[in-house]
């Protein structure tokens, strides 16, 4: 009798997970026909639309001034343009230029500084040197880019950011004695 109940117990639960499975792979369309009839999936036709980036605010253009010091570093670093004028939400790409004077491998990092102050919270960089540090080789030269973007959430009566790289020598690094 044991094995009879047992017998019972196993095809019931059998019956069970082939009626979950089945109710699970019934979800799937359902769910679909859901998520359409909400407009969630909007994300699905969003690649018909034409490229472009609909952030850009093109009736803005904002001034970034460029600007680059060392301190206490061998090295010769500059922009290789005073300025870029740029659309808030707009994509733009600028190069630096390093050299290490020295006569020995040199490594320093850049730290980035604003004008105004509350310019930074708006200013995203994407690729930048100074997210890492840098190791030049004697008499080195080496172009970097910085690739950014100007949030269009940036108060209106900023007009003109003023971005400073100042690269300092990592302290145990270098040729140093």
Known sequence: MNRVANRRTLMRLAVVAAAMFGFGYALVPFYDAICRALGVNEFIQADARPAGNTQVDASRTITVELDANVHDVPMHFKPLV????VHPGELATVEYEIANVRGAPVTAQAVP??????????????ECFCFTQQTLAAGETRRMPLVFMVDPKLPRDVNTITLSYTFFEVAGRGGRS
Do not use: N
């Open 82 to 85: 005073r300025y870029v004028k």
């Open 113 to 126: 500084s604003y004008g105004p102050a509350r310019a930074a919270e708006h200013f995203r960089k994407m």
